[in-house]
Structures are given as structure tokens and as C-alpha cells.
């Protein structure tokens, strides 16, 4: 059974740079037909997908966070990272990473990490 590991400082300053990493366990990030994907939902606000890689390591992101995010692998340690530059105080949210069949990951299927939380502040 596949499990993720979401890992990083928990608090960053404006303007500074956001890095996360998501260690997978249990499963390989390489397997055909599977994408990894990060997630966030900020206090009191829903679920937002941000971006995936896939398992041939195309990258996908959306669309108000394309300028910011970047998403990479680590195949040697069967791990997947995040980075958001020049976050403000809204970037402020709990951040998960998942496995899904699909580029944009389902609240309701995949496996998902427990979380991290991530709190901008000067």
C-alpha cells in the first residue's frame, strides 16, 4: 500500500521562497499511469490542486500558479517536491501531496499524505 510523507519548514517568510517534499513509500513515482500531485486548502477555504508530475515526468500546474509553482522528482528517493516563490500571507494552508490516475487528484480516491502546514509570516 502505497504511503506519502509531506515534509518542509512550517514557516516561511513573505516574499522568500516555499519548498516542500513529498516522500512516496510502498510504490515507485516511476509506475505507468499514475500522477503526483500538490494540494493546499487554506483556513476556512476548500481544497486546491496546484500541480502534478506525472509518472514520465511531465509537469502540470494550474493555471493562477503556473508563474510560481515548480514541481520536480527525485527518482533515487522515490521522492517529489514543491517549490512557490515569492509567497505572500494567502499562500498560508495546509499542503498535501497525492497519487492519483488522473493529472488533477480526487479528494475521494488516491492516496493522499496527512498534510503539512505551512503558515507565511514575518
Known amino acids: 500500500q502505497v504511503q506519502l510523507q509531506e515534509s518542509g519548514p512550517g514557516l516561511v517568510k513573505p516574499s522568500q521562497t516555499l519548498s516542500l517534499t513529498c516522500t512516496v513509500s510502498g510504490g515507485s513515482i516511476t509506475t505507468n499511469s499514475y500522477y503526483w500531485s500538490w494540494i493546499r486548502q487554506p483556513p476556512g477555504k476548500g481544497l486546491e490542486w496546484m500541480g502534478a508530475i506525472g509518472y514520465s515526468g511531465t509537469t502540470y500546474y494550474s493555471p493562477p500558479l503556473k508563474s510560481r509553482a515548480s514541481i520536480a522528482r527525485d527518482t533515487s528517493k522515490n521522492q517529489f517536491t514543491l517549490q512557490l516563490s515569492s509567497v505572500t500571507p494567502e499562500d498560508t494552508a495546509v499542503y498535501y501531496c497525492?497519487?492519483?490516475?488522473?493529472?488533477?487528484?480526487?479528494?475521494?480516491?488516491?492516496?493522499w499524505g496527512q498534510g503539512t502546514q505551512v503558515t507565511v509570516s514575518s
Open positions: 497525492a497519487r492519483d490516475e488522473r493529472v488533477i487528484a480526487r479528494a475521494d480516491f488516491g492516496s
